[in-house]
């Protein structure tokens, strides 16, 4: 099935430095998630964007919809030890099916 | 709100046996549920899209005699993994739609042996 590429697989950060990810598409999507999965549980939404253009902010997190509306970013800011995770990207299709992300691993040495 | 459950958590089961995951939508009524299945340290993959009561929609590539999905209620899906194989050992996460969000379950871990 389809999937968005997301970037990067994998990060190792130092503890209060900035995160950015992102994810492309070759198809044009209507809706941009982001979620957060830690071990051995399910994804848990961060942010939703609806607009070509949108950016929003859920406290350090801020996520950007593309103009395009086949690319979103992701930035965290000021790293904690609990931002440790897997981050999926998800767009939209049809009658509410998700397309996912390949994940974002991220790791945080304290 | 919006508390979606699964049960069991983790299942250990034999091979050819078969294993019925439960997912519930605890506070609320979803008219579509979906399964997952993801692999390790893979991404999150569509199986099915399960819709009260009506048959379920699978994706393309998922056996529907394999993976049977049961929507009987607003509040209930069930999926059973038939006959299962190791090949089949996954995490299986389900989700329920409301007001156009998916709320995810916790996950079941299945293990064939």
């Known amino acids: 099935g389809q999937q968005l590429n997301q970037s990067p697989q994998s990060m190792f950060i130092q503890e209060g430095e900035d995160v950015s990810m992102n994810c492309t598409s070759s198809?044009?999507?209507?809706?941009w998630l982001w979620y957060k999965q830690e071990p051995g549980e399910g994804p848990v939404l961060l942010i939703a964007?609806?607009?070509?253009?949108e950016l929003t902010s859920n406290g350090r997190l801020t996520a950007q919809f593309g103009i395009t509306r086949k690319d979103s970013f992701l930035n965290i800011s000021a790293s904690i030890p609990s931002d440790v995770g897997i981050y999926f990207c998800?767009?939209?299709?049809?009658?509410?099916?998700?397309?996912f992300g390949q994940g974002t691993r991220l790791t945080i040495n304290p | 709100g919006a508390v979606v459950s699964q049960h069991p958590s983790w299942v250990i089961c034999k091979s050819g046996t078969s294993v019925k995951i439960e997912c519930r939508s605890l506070?609320?009524?979803?008219?579509?549920m979906f399964w997952y299945r993801q692999f390790p340290k893979q991404s999150l993959m569509l199986m099915a899209t399960?819709?009260?009561?009506?048959?379920?929609?699978?994706e393309q590539g998922v056996e529907k005699d394999k993976f049977l999905i049961n929507h009987a209620s607003l509040t209930l899906s069930t999926l059973t993994v038939t006959s299962a194989h190791p090949e089949d050992s996954s995490f299986y996460i389900c989700?329920?739609?409301?007001?156009?969000?998916?709320?995810f379950g916790p996950g079941t871990r299945l293990t064939v042996l």
């Open positions: 198809s044009i999507f209507n809706t």
């Open positions: 399960s819709n009260e009561g009506s048959k379920a929609t699978y």
């Open positions: 506070d609320f009524q979803a008219t579509t």
């Open positions: 998800a767009g939209i299709q049809g009658a509410q099916k998700l397309v």
């Open positions: 989700s329920a739609n409301l007001h156009n969000e998916q709320f």
């Open positions: 964007l609806y607009k070509a253009g």
